[in-house]
């Protein structure tokens, strides 16, 4: 990186417009709440202003291009407010924490209804918070999260910091950074203790030499009043320190409590916590990413004011700022631009044919382990079917819930999509389900999968429902839990990943086509058991090890391959078809959810049309001791460990329900059901997920 002129640093705003000559859109003011320039780490609230000549509605996306970098997406388009002719966006708060230099702040405001548009770039200088060759730490608004800054390091190096509280028995340590020299060094310091006092210094490798900088103090701040923080119990004390960070999503179902996500000790002492940016400061955390930050699903108002819930994906980073941003209707139009029948919002629909279809909102998962740092999640589609269809009852249509899977590049645009009532690829590019494989008439299992209305807890938001001629109950036929992509090469692939979405209500596992965009969009195959109800079977048979009455899983969740997808998988069996089936005559070990890994080989030939099975070989079928009736997590520790979350388990006797975090170690003698050596086992409220990692800066890579 060049210098930046010292002369920029004087020069505070530079404000460009550009706009097409014939735009009816204008945009009247785009400014910042502090002047420029600002130091490091400085919160910066923007606001943009604009009219437009039609109808409306406006909407606004915020792009940032960094100091000798590219523009990035930062807040997708979303309608702004309007008040006596002009259009205000919501407030878009910018958290510089890389280097200092010269930040082109961009806003774009369109209407999309008219297709036009106009846009406003600010230039705002950023400064250095060292000046010197000393380090400096400030605090941030998360009073657990320090500021690190550090002087500049060698290109071609890399630097972390180190942080080790007062009387500790030893260090922690952010991830390795790439200088960049001649600009300063930031880091986000996480995993602390509150109102501890710890030392910290920047430690910079060059080749196989490390060299630590000068050493500074900070004290962390309290936990913050006004909201809940779970609690805590240690069933079963740590005998593995090698991962020694368990990191929680809670959520609670038919209580008030609203908790912060939260990392915790194994002892269950907060060290990290996250107030949700959004309405109803209750998030889906779907993944931690490396580095540090996560990726989360959170309700707000986007371009629809009546439905909130999950209508955003949001970036954090270790401090809460918002990284990236998108929303559901800025995602509905980039699938109506790729020609995806059901990509529309539900708003549009005002009358029950049989086929029209349409998207309401993010769900359960969302991963940025693909390739290039693309980004892919689960969204859920209505389609109006026949009446009768999957049994309903009467004469009237029928509303049924499905899922699509969007594929995000870097700059959160859609770049391909699978929809799961599509039976071939669309013109635009992305995928049909490839009906042999996946059925609509397969009804959902298990029997007692309730049906969803416009309220319903467990559901996603339900909109057609409501049109004349429709069944007042939506059918939720697959409910998809979980997105895995699998790296190349593969059997019968080596020209791209695929990837592995489970579903939960067909107690299946499928592999799409995908190739890295370039693959056809069919299924390949389905994992699991025959179901019951219409003998319809997996691709797979089971190598039934244990001698299990029940060896498949049911009702799963948090499928995904470990060691970079070379195995064994893991998923978190809640059991939901098998205790439901084997009803009052189950044995304790068939009536509790199950923590499983298992080897497989794949099918071979054309599923779809016939295939010899592959095999599914269990390789662990651990008892956790207590049922969850929904969510879970299942992961393998880098030591050969398994961490699993037993996420809803109801306690008879004390009339409570809670969340269990285990490392069970898979001792030679004792892989099967009912055996276990557990090493940790932490509980606490409900959870939809759960992590256990070596720190905040190192997630599981499934």
């Not at 640093?9 to 709440?33: D, E, N, W």
């Not at 439905?307 to 994906?313: D, K, Y």
């Not at 006797?653 to 276990?676: D, H, K, Q, Y």
Request: proline share 8%; charged share 10%; hydrophobic share 35%.
């Amino acid at each position: 990186m060049k210098t930046p002129h010292k002369s920029l640093f004087r020069i505070g705003l530079l404000v460009t417009l550009s706009a097409p000559v014939f735009a009816t859109v204008s945009v009247v003011s785009f400014t910042p709440s502090h002047a420029s320039p600002q130091p490091i780490g400085k919160s910066i609230t923007w606001t943009a202003t604009a009219t437009d000549t039609n109808t409306g509605p406006l909407t606004f996306q915020f792009n940032i291009t960094p100091p000798n970098g590219a523009s990035t997406m930062v807040k997708d388009f979303n309608v702004g407010t309007l008040s006596a002719g002009t259009w205000t966006a919501h407030p878009f708060v910018w958290v510089p924490t890389g280097i200092e230099g010269s930040y082109h702040i961009q806003v774009v405001v369109k209407d999309f209804s008219a297709k036009q548009f106009a846009s406003k770039t600010v230039v705002f200088q950023v400064s250095p918070v060292v000046s010197g060759s000393t380090p400096k730490v400030e605090k941030t608004a998360n009073p657990l999260v320090a500021l690190f800054s550090a002087p500049a390091c060698p290109g071609g190096s890399l630097m972390r910091v180190s942080f080790e509280q007062t009387g500790g028995t030893g260090p922690s340590y952010t991830n390795w950074v790439g200088c960049h020299y001649p600009a300063t060094m930031t880091f986000e310091v996480a995993g602390m203790y509150p109102q501890t006092t710890y030392t910290m210094f920047a430690q910079t490798k060059t080749g196989t030499k490390i060299t630590n900088g000068a050493s500074v103090a900070f004290t962390t701040g309290a936990l913050p009043q006004g909201f809940a923080f779970p609690k805590f119990t240690v069933k079963t004390a740590s005998t593995d320190p090698a991962y020694p960070v368990l990191l929680h999503n809670p959520i609670t179902f038919g209580t008030t409590s609203v908790y912060p996500d939260v990392a915790t000790d194994l002892s269950g002492k907060v060290i990290w916590y996250y107030e949700p940016n959004d309405s109803t400061k209750s998030d889906v955390l779907t993944r931690p990413l490396q580095g540090g930050g996560m990726l989360t699903l959170q309700d707000d108002v986007a371009w629809d004011p009546s439905v909130t819930q999950e209508q955003f994906l949001r970036q954090i980073d270790l401090e809460g700022n918002i990284v990236r941003e998108t929303n559901m209707g800025a995602i509905q139009q980039q699938l109506i631009a790729k020609g995806a029948v059901d990509g529309g919002p539900c708003s549009a629909i005002t009358t029950a044919t049989v086929g029209v279809g349409c998207t309401g909102a993010f769900h359960h998962d969302a991963i940025e382990t693909l390739p290039n740092g693309w980004t892919a999640a689960l969204i859920d589609v209505e389609r109006i079917f026949p009446a009768g269809t999957q049994g309903n009852q009467g004469s009237e249509l029928v509303d049924i819930i499905g899922d699509m899977i969007i594929v995000m590049d870097t700059n959160w645009q859609v770049q391909w999509y699978w929809d799961s009532f599509d039976p071939a690829p669309p013109p635009a590019g992305g995928g049909g389900n490839g009906y042999p494989l996946l059925p609509v008439a397969n009804t959902p299992q298990p029997s007692w999968s309730a049906p969803c209305g416009t309220s319903s807890a467990g559901c996603p938001p339900v909109f057609l429902v409501s049109l004349p001629g429709v069944s007042p109950l939506a059918l939720d036929w697959l409910h998809a839990n979980s997105l895995y992509y699998w790296p190349a090469p593969q059997n019968g692939n080596t020209t791209g990943g695929d990837i592995i979405w489970s579903s939960r209500h067909q107690d299946w596992i499928f592999r799409i086509d995908y190739r890295d965009g370039a693959g056809t969009g069919n299924l390949l195959w389905r994992m699991g058991n025959t179901h019951t109800s219409t003998g319809l079977a997996g691709n797979f048979t089971i190598d039934n090890v244990f001698g299990d009455p029940w060896p498949y899983w049911s009702g799963q969740h948090d499928f995904g391959i470990e060691n970079n997808g070379s195995g064994p998988a893991t998923l978190f069996d809640n059991g939901d078809t098998r205790i439901t089936d084997l009803g009052s005559g189950c044995s304790p070990n068939d009536c509790n959810s199950r923590g499983m890994a298992i080897n497989f080989t794949q099918p071979v030939g054309n599923c779809a049309v016939s295939c010899t099975p592959g095999t599914v070989t269990p390789v662990v079928s651990f008892d956790l001791g207590g049922y969850s009736v929904a969510m879970g997590s299942a992961e393998m520790l880098g030591n050969g460990n398994y961490f699993y979350e037993n996420p809803i388990v109801f306690n008879l006797a004390t009339r409570t329900t809670n969340g269990f975090s285990m490392e069970i170690a898979p001792t030679p003698a004792a892989p099967e059901l009912g055996a276990v050596d557990v090493l940790m086992n932490v509980a606490g409220p409900e959870h939809y997920r759960g992590w256990q990692m070596i720190s905040l800066y190192s997630p599981p890579t499934t």
